[in-house]
């Protein structure tokens, strides 16, 4: 059997202490994909907040990336499953990849090459540098200004749990 391996860096997650009714114990938290080699550490960890119908996903990556790939990961986030309920999807996968393309290059990013924001059509996006390496943000019906990340320090909402190991099967149909 094949085995989720956690990460070797600390997890981020959405930080829902400023977020209006619906936020804390209303909202759902929960493991929603990794990205790495089966029985390796993982190297992508996505968790996923939500709470009526503002959804965030953060995932924490042990890689660090220059501010283009940081954007480009930010809208493949986004545009690239389906964790995110957004209001509307590109047609085709050549059409989701022009998407983020397009977004990575999009004059609507604020900020520095360290933390930026963007506010689309939409949805919102982030991305920030931190020591272990890159956190990226996508959100529907939450503004850039609302999508403050924090390390997970209470594990008990996530099942399974980030940190141990757990067969496949746990979070895959």
Do not use: K
Not at 105 to 116: H, M, Q, V
Not at 134 to 160: C, E, F, I, K, Q
Not at 162 to 168: G, K
């Amino acid at each position: 059997m094949h085995y989720f391996v956690p990460a070797e860096f600390d997890l981020y997650e959405f930080d829902d202490g400023g977020v209006p009714a619906g936020g804390g114990e209303l909202a759902e938290r929960r493991l929603v994909h990794w990205d790495g080699l089966i029985g390796e550490p993982a190297e992508e960890v996505q968790l996923r907040w939500s709470a009526g119908d503002r959804a965030v996903i953060v995932c924490t990556s042990g890689r660090s990336y220059d501010t283009a790939a940081a954007r480009f990961r930010a809208a493949h986030l986004a545009l690239g499953g389906d964790a995110l309920p957004l209001p509307a999807r590109p047609a085709d996968p050549a059409a989701t990849h022009r998407a983020m393309e397009d977004l990575a290059r999009s004059p609507l990013w604020s900020g520095t090459p360290e933390a930026e924001t963007a506010a689309l059509d939409g949805f919102s996006l982030a991305h920030r540098r931190v020591p272990s390496g890159t956190v990226l943000v996508a959100a529907v019906n939450l503004s850039p200004d609302r999508l403050p990340t924090r390390p997970v320090h209470d594990w008990s909402p996530y099942d399974p749990d980030p940190r141990t190991a757990f067969p496949l099967g746990a979070i895959c149909p």
